[in-house]
């Protein structure tokens, strides 16, 4: 039994075995080096990638974001830090650290300039979604970046690398810090630049702990004690980026949990044949609750107020509105006026985007029969004035752009359209 215990256990290991297809580690640290560098070719393509990932959040495109993605070059310095620590090599850490440093000035400059010109002002949803960042963040960056090492360090590559681009997602919030600096928005900015700290520092934490899962030899040229520091200012680096995320993730949980337990006492303790709940909202330690039909006696009420500390309810009194008087009818309708007005805000927002993105797409596939040098057309307002973007294909004839002009406006029946070709 013990043998065969043994034997299926070397046969679980020869299936997870790394080391068999571990690739050359001179050839590995020579490849990661050259990554690290950010001058001449490398410099101006980070510089672009930033401008189509900026225009893709500012257009609401997730497909730019994605191509964006895709070319940037900002992985091969975070990398960097994660295999100088990892083989003790702190002439590699030191020049990833530097260049690092450049990239993200460069990055984040470049992107408050596209914003500060761009015409298009409003935050669209592709941009705020990277403006809170939460542990889940931190769970994807280490997954990602753990199956980017593990594509960097064995033979058996496939077509990782690209997709650690796209879900480690380094420079959307780069950008959308930058839109925070040029809009003068600091939580814009400072929750951006969390994510992309969050990102780096554990794609930078899977690396190290990629190198050492597959034995990598030391390269160390420094001693113990700078050894043993190096790994200290990690340990911290780790704690103090994770504390904010935590909290993050625990407000949202915890608002979660509540909405639950809310809607669980209403539905036990308040709801009765002949009753509606209209809303139930905590204000401070009050439960708000607006009902209409049936009134619920006051008998009942007490009971459904002494059962509360059975639910984990942040609040602590319960505050109920019933539609049997002129008073309370009139609260009622405030509360119904106030919800119906905020659902229409909602929908109209929502209505907006579908509209123009739908009219987008529309207007693409015309513009690519009747232009063929047109490759997309996005379609936008700021404020009351309707805005619209074309990204002409490259090529040798030349694009009549006051053709396009002119035939944009007439098909958006908008003379005053502002349309600008990129």
Known sequence: MNFNLREFWDSVKRYFNLLGDKEDELHVVEQVS??????????????????????????NSTAVIIGAM?????????????????????????????????????????????????????????????????????????????????ALTTKSKGQVIPGVAIATALMPPLCTAGYGLATAQWSYFFGAFYLYFINSVFIALSTFLGVKLLRFHSYSNGSSEQRRYGRRVMTVVLVVTLIPASVMTWNIVRDDVQKREIGKFVEKELNQSGTQILS??????????????????????????SRMGYYNLKVKELSVIQATGAEAMQAVSSELTSLHSQLAS?????????????????????????????????????????????????????????????????????????????
């Open 34 to 59: 050259a990554g690290v560098m950010f001058r001449g070719t490398n410099l101006w393509i980070l510089m672009f990638a930033i401008l189509i990932a900026s225009l893709g959040l500012n257009v």
């Open 280 to 305: 139930a909202v905590p204000q401070h330690d009050t439960l708000r609750v607006v009902a209409v039909g049936r009134v619920i006696s006051d008998s009942e009420l007490a009971e459904a107020r």
């Open 70 to 150: 895709l070319i940037s070059p900002l992985m091969g310095p975070i990398i960097g830090m994660g295999l100088g620590v990892g083989i003790g090599d702190y002439g590699l850490l030191r020049r990833a650290l530097k260049n690092y440093g450049v990239a993200t000035l460069i990055s984040v400059l470049t992107a408050t300039v596209y914003f500060l010109i761009s015409p298009l002002s409003e935050a669209r949803s592709e941009l705020l979604a990277r403006t809170s960042p939460s542990l889940y963040d931190v769970l994807i960056a280490f997954f990602g970046g753990a199956a980017g090492v593990l």
């Open 346 to 422: 909602a929908l109209a927002q929502l209505e907006s985007y579908t509209r123009y993105d739908t009219l987008s797409v529309q207007v693409t596939a015309e513009a690519a029969a009747l232009f063929p040098r047109i490759g997309e057309v996005r379609v936008g307002r700021v404020g009351a004035d309707l805005t619209v973007h074309v990204m002409v294909i490259p090529g040798e004839d030349e694009l009549d752009t006051e053709r396009v002009r002119a035939w944009l406006r007439t098909r958006l029946q908008d003379e005053n359209a502002w349309v600008e070709f990129y």
